[in-house]
């Protein structure tokens, strides 16, 4: 085998190496709570299946095509990812974690390898023309090699900046930061309690009357209610509140801290009701009957 052989082999094997990477992240996400997440779930799961597949189909095939799909599939996957954190994706809204930054970098660095691989097929992959248009066809391709690793490298460069900067400047709405005021409100037919904007306040099934779990990423998925919480109109249960570590008092209502959820990006929302996440099961904050 040639050095340029050689070098492609270890370049495959490497380009499936990081599709089984970022397949494996999201698989350990998927079985850790995202399973849980509507349409999320199930997206998670296809991107597993597909990533685990097209590294398998790189490692046995020479194809370009493949080699090429496998590069479209990380950039998409990338994107995803991206709008979810600055944005939100089927009413999911992501948070900066590092699963997620380990992922993005997984992800760009596997598209530059496998785009790379794509736009130069190796010399004995071309075609075989002996015509008299065979070495016309040749130099033709020759000369797009050069524009196509450019495009190549110009998209990384892109797929980079756009992934740093997200990363970089995200931050969780500020009406996730409210103040106390709980009001009720009717989201799917059920009455619950809310912030003074109208988000769905929730409770997590692993605190206590006092005491919160949730802390660190969890509390960026779960921004805590802060301060002393006032009752607004047909607000009848028992307020309270409780000291969480650093000495800001969390609100609480019948006996559990109140939370909103990343999200839900206004009234009328309770995406985050009964999703298994961070550690237990969430639920929407019933108003007292």
């Not at 099934?205 to 960026?220: F, G, L, Q, R």
Request: glycine share 12%; net charge positive.
């Amino acid at each position: 085998m040639s050095a340029d052989g050689s070098k492609r082999v270890v370049a495959r094997l490497a380009g499936a190496g990081l599709l089984v990477a970022c397949g494996g992240i999201h698989l350990d996400l998927y079985l850790t709570g995202y399973r849980t997440i509507p349409t999320i779930g199930w997206l998670f799961l296809l991107q597993v299946v597909t990533a685990f597949g097209l590294a398998f189909l790189i490692v046995v095939t020479r194809s370009t095509m493949v080699q090429a799909t496998g590069a479209g599939f990380l950039a998409s996957t990338l994107g995803g990812y991206l709008l979810s954190l600055r944005f939100s994706l089927f009413g999911f809204r992501e948070v900066r974690t590092e699963a997620g930054i380990v992922a993005g970098v997984i992800e760009v660095v596997g598209f530059a390898l496998l785009a790379s691989l794509a736009v130069a097929p190796a010399q004995q992959a071309r075609p075989a023309d002996r015509s008299t248009h065979g070495p016309r066809r040749l130099a033709a391709v020759e000369q797009r090699l050069p524009a196509a690793r450019w495009s190549v490298a110009a998209l990384t460069a892109v797929a980079a900046l756009l992934f740093g900067v997200a990363v970089a400047v995200t931050n969780p709405p500020s009406n996730h930061f409210a103040g106390a005021l709980l009001k009720v409100a009717t989201v799917h037919g059920e009455k619950v309690i809310t912030n003074a904007q109208g988000l769905t306040l929730y409770w997590f099934v692993p605190d206590s009357p006092d005491k919160s779990t949730c802390y660190s990423t969890c509390a960026a998925y779960w921004p805590p209610v802060t301060g002393t919480p006032t009752a607004g109109p047909g607000v009848d249960g028992t307020l309270g509140t409780i000291r969480r570590a650093g000495g800001t008092m969390q609100a609480t209502y019948d006996g559990h801290p109140l939370y909103t959820y990343i999200g839900d990006s206004g009234p009328g929302q309770a995406t985050g009701n009964n999703i298994d996440l961070n550690g237990g099961v969430w639920h929407e904050m019933a108003a007292s009957r």
